[in-house]
């Protein structure tokens, strides 16, 4: 398994079950490679309540790895103490410590709200993150605040260099907070090929003060790391393949889908095996490609307290790339409409407010839509996506139940019945 980091991701599993970080009894195990060299690797580990308590803060810890042994070098964890909050301000010049308070976490660091005693000073919000370039995020951000603040309004960020934990794969960003709550929304920019490899991750820089251009951007296209494809890659072709090879491997590792494997795995393992090379469609380059926030959910965009509700800021810019923008519509979009979306004592999307918003989306794009090679694109991408279903997370479903929540059944059946005979070709 690629994931597996040569058994060592095993390893880590297995410390964390056997009680590393408290008692792992009924919780869930979270594990992600931070930083490995040659000799070791470090983690980040966390164990999960099920289900999720809301607004409650994930105790996160970094366990460092020797390679050759997996025995344990240090273990500690991903917090700021008072102390190194006080040092960390003054020595990034941004002020002397008046109060900060733990946030619940987002997916990849531990956040704090933080205070200053300096009356003209903001609020800030002080993030340790293990995951993302955080001078390429500062670049971008600072660019869209001084280019397009009206248009996509994001938050201040403050430099932050002199932090002693890169060490650990650690990483500090410090940000000005807007007086807003989530929303949602999708962003997209697009972009010039800026290297031979245009699909991947986009690491941003923003050019010299001396350079006759100051104030553009500069945009490398790297490997893809959200989802683990790698890259990067220079077609559409060869991004789809290595897509849906990608899922193909997590969906054979996959545990508690039974049901789902003993019906479409046979099938789907005779398509990518013997007939992806011969049926991926060629013809796709003209798919528009953007610079995307890939992880614009409910939760990334801020819109004001009260009414009349206006877009505050755009957050969290780890994952940021140079994709195709069809992309969107089943990852970012398509998600917000479907049954059961913020249907509780909050709310968010009525039932008779879904149709009509998704027709406004799409009569944006409808061009792109209504062509061959954008039906094409989506049809390939659709069925990575889907290839690999969740797991079921009611505890003690029956077959019925569990194969019932698998609405991606019908989504890979209609690619193989399409593509995996004959197929039609473009």
């Not at 969290?316 to 059961?340: H, T």
Request: proline content about 6%; hydrophobic content about 40%.
């Amino acid at each position: 398994m690629a994931d597996n980091h040569n058994g060592l991701y095993d390893k880590v599993l297995d410390l964390i079950l056997q009680g590393l970080i408290g008692s792992a009894k009924g919780k869930g195990v979270v594990a992600n490679l931070v930083t490995q060299d040659d000799d070791s690797a470090v983690y980040v580990v966390a164990l999960v309540a099920l289900p999720v308590p809301e607004d409650q803060a994930m105790d996160r810890h970094l366990i460092h790895l020797d390679k050759k042994t997996s025995n344990v070098l240090s273990l500690k964890p991903v917090s700021i103490e008072p102390d190194e909050m006080k040092q960390l301000l003054r020595d990034n010049k941004l002020g002397t410590l008046k109060t900060y308070q733990r946030l619940s976490n987002g997916a990849y660091g531990t956040t704090y709200k933080v205070t200053v005693e300096e009356p003209d000073r903001p609020q800030l919000i002080v993030q340790l993150r293990f995951r993302g370039n955080v001078a390429s995020m500062n670049a971008l951000q600072y660019y869209i605040r001084a280019r397009a603040s009206r248009e996509l309004p994001v938050p201040r960020t403050f430099p932050a260099t002199a932090f002693d934990r890169r060490s650990d794969g650690l990483q500090l960003q410090v940000t000005g907070p807007p007086n807003a709550r989530a929303f949602a929304a999708l962003w997209e920019l697009p972009v010039a090929r800026i290297n031979s490899a245009v699909f991947g991750e986009a690491v941003i820089s923003l050019l010299p003060s001396d350079s006759s251009d100051d104030g553009l951007l500069s945009i490398t296209v790297g490997p893809e790391k959200q989802d683990g494809v790698e890259g990067p890659f220079d077609s559409v072709s060869s991004f789809l393949r290595a897509w849906i090879l990608h899922r193909f491997e997590k969906l054979e590792a996959q545990h508690g889908i039974d049901e789902y494997k003993a019906l479409l795995l046979p099938s789907i393992r005779n398509f990518v095996q013997c007939k992806l090379d011969s049926q991926l469609p060629k013809g796709l380059d003209k798919t528009p490609v953007v610079l995307m926030h890939t992880d614009l959910g409910l939760h990334n965009v801020l819109v004001s307290e009260s009414s009349p509700y206006e877009f505050t800021a755009v957050i969290d810019w780890e994952f940021v790339s140079c994709l195709p923008f069809l992309c969107a519509v089943p990852r970012l979009i398509e998600p917000m409409f479907r049954e059961g979306l913020g249907h509780d004592e909050k709310g968010a999307l009525l039932e008779e407010a879904i149709q009509p918003l998704r027709e406004a989306f799409l009569n944006e794009i409808k061009e792109v839509m209504a062509s061959v090679e954008g039906q094409t694109f989506l049809e390939w991408y659709e069925f990575g996506l889907y290839m690999k279903p969740n797991a079921y997370m009611k505890f003690g479903a029956s077959p019925e139940e569990r194969m019932a929540s698998w609405e991606n059944i019908s989504v890979v059946e209609r690619f193989l019945n399409r593509w995996g005979q004959e197929g039609p070709s473009l």
